[in-house]
T-cell receptor, first 116, second 111 residues
């Protein structure tokens, strides 16, 4: 399958600071990228969908001013958690899809964020 | 009603047997169906995808799709302990703009 690289894999930050997570498609052009959050023993929760060059579409209940998503190129999307709080501690995972339509999405390795 | 439903399990299957995982979805216009495997603390990895009614086989895995019943399943033959994981069913909606995941079924293969 295609390769999606997510960085960093693990980050610890202080409450009130911002954290940026990068998601790169290494061997294909990702027209769509998805950002998910997963709490322990729970399902993946879709946070937002972004298409290259356009604004992200956020799911209901996700604060777009707190979770800033940028999809500036066909190979890179970033998620910035602004003014992080302990309740934002979670496993954040990106996935990328190569073309519009029904193709499968491939996941990055995930980022475990701990806010202290 | 959830868009994609799975039994959370755990489903316990003896080594060497067939594991059967099931999933139902609510959007009759759904176009694509995926099975992902997720080990604890890791991100999901794609196992199978299926677009058309019927069966699709890949090694020990068989995906089955029945659009009339809005049902998709995954069979794992000759189950191995390394198959123990959470299996996520995922579906693209009729607009195909996003992929919706079920909550996952935890599978445990006992030696």
């Amino acid at each position: 399958g295609a390769v999606v690289s997510q960085h960093p894999s693990r980050v610890i930050c202080k409450s009130g600071t911002s954290v940026k997570i990068e998601c790169r498609s290494l061997d294909f052009q990702a027209t769509t990228m998805f950002w998910y959050r997963q709490f322990p023993k729970q399902s993946l929760m879709l946070m937002a969908t972004s298409n290259e060059g356009s604004k992200a579409t956020y799911e209901q209940g996700v604060e777009k001013d707190k979770f800033l998503i940028n999809h500036a190129s066909l190979t890179l999307s970033t998620l910035t958690v602004t003014s992080a709080h302990p309740e934002d501690s979670s496993f954040y995972i990106c996935s990328a899809r190569g073309r519009r339509g029904v193709s499968e999405a491939f996941f990055g390795q995930g980022t475990r964020l701990t806010v202290v | 009603q959830k868009e994609v439903e799975q039994n959370s399990g755990p489903l316990s299957v003896p080594e060497g047997a067939i594991a059967s995982l099931n999933c139902t979805y609510s959007d009759r216009g759904s176009q694509s169906f995926f099975w992902y495997r997720q080990y604890s603390g890791k991100s999901p990895e794609l196992i199978m995808f299926i677009y058309s009614n019927g069966d699709k086989e890949d090694g020990r895995f068989t995906a089955q799709l029945n659009k009339a019943s809005q049902y998709v399943s995954l069979l794992i033959r000759d189950s191995q302990p390394s198959d123990s994981a959470t299996y996520l069913c995922a579906v693209t909606g009729s607009s195909a703009s996003k992929i919706i995941f079920g909550s996952g079924t935890r599978l445990s293969i006992r030696p």
